[in-house]
């Protein structure tokens, strides 16, 4: 089972191609609305494993408050006005594709972070506390940046949106804390280290491709009438991708110490597509699936921007490139 997962999480953005065509067709000869109630669980087995390998006590350590503070001023003001700006040029007369496209920039990071700093030998403690902090802020402020651009046009949950983060940031961090304090009573730090800590990212990989495949099928119809619409929904996510990697770059070019950089972009330019994902599928009801699409093809997208991006870092910053796979999940 863990060469299955391992072979999946290696070639991530195929497997998600996978999904979304799997979905589109039984979508379309079938109907799966009632899979929505498998969004949460999934949800949790989506976001567990980043919990289980989340060392929070580098959290309280001293130390990257420069480089902390300059992430979350990237991530709840520069990115959201940036995902604003693109929004408003292509999805001005699709409200609730937009509001799918700003949930993506509104709520940083993943756990991937912490992966992708590592593979560029970058600050792991600072990617730790960029990543811990982020959920923290983005589970209220994510419904206050919503509620300020769509306030008067859309409805925004803000409540049902605050709920549904801290269900799938909580839970899963119950889960995987206690999970890990009982494995390492049993079979000690050595062992978990060696073993289990590559094994608890690899289901991760389940969730994300069962998740995807039920947000597509529920859109099914609605694409194969128009297939344009994905098309012109890769344009703007791509654009996002490209801005944010390269304006974070110059960014921690010029203001970050050298172990730095690559924690401040995978800390910025990442988004936490997990959660994103299951807030639109659980807190926007009739409107999910349309919300949810945009966030699906941007899980293909952040693979390929982020395993790219740390070749590159590799190749003209450092001189010993650290070896990664060819894509990895975000």
């Known amino acids: 089972m863990w ?16 999904a979304m065509i799997l979905g589109l067709v039984i979508g379309y000869f079938a109907d799966t609305s009632a899979l929505k109630n498998l969004i949460i669980p999934l949800t949790i087995v989506m976001v567990f494993p980043m919990m289980v390998n989340i060392n929070l006590k580098q959290v309280f350590k001293k130390g990257d408050k420069k480089v902390l503070v300059m992430s979350q001023l990237i991530n709840f003001i520069i990115i959201p006005l940036i995902a604003f700006a693109i929004g408003s040029l292509f999805f001005a007369n699709q409200p609730y594709v937009f509001i799918g496209f700003m949930l993506m920039a509104i709520l940083p990071t993943s756990g991937m972070t912490i992966s992708w700093t590592g593979f560029t030998k970058g600050n792991i403690s600072a990617a730790v506390k960029i990543v811990i902090l982020g959920l923290a802020l983005g589970a209220f402020l994510g419904p206050v940046i919503l509620n300020l651009i769509f306030g008067q046009a ?55 491709l069962l998740v995807i495949f039920i947000a597509t099928s529920l859109k099914a119809k609605a694409i194969v009438q128009n297939p344009m619409m994905v098309l012109l929904l890769i344009v703007p996510v791509v654009i996002f991708y490209i801005v944010n990697f390269i304006m974070t770059t110059v960014i921690g070019r010029w203001l970050c110490k050298e172990n730095n950089k690559s924690a401040l972009v995978f800390g910025t330019a990442i988004r936490n597509l997990n959660v994103a994902l299951a807030v639109a599928m659980t807190a926007f009801d009739s409107a999910s699936s349309s919300i949810a699409l945009i966030i699906a093809i941007s899980y ?31």
């Open 3 to 18: 060469n299955v997962l391992g072979t999946v999480k290696k070639h991530l953005s195929k497997s998600i191609l996978a």
């Open 154 to 208: 859309v409805s925004i949950p803000a409540l049902k949106i605050i709920t549904q983060i801290l269900i799938v940031i909580l839970i899963p961090l119950a889960l995987g804390m206690t999970t890990k304090k009982l494995m390492l009573r049993k079979i000690g730090q050595e062992k978990f280290d060696a073993k289990w800590k590559k094994r608890f990212p690899l289901l991760s990989s389940i969730g994300i």
């Open 300 to 330: 293909i997208f952040q693979v390929l921007f982020a395993a790219s991006y740390v070749r590159i870092f590799n190749r003209f910053v450092r001189k010993k490139p650290a070896p990664i796979p060819t894509t990895t999940s975000a």
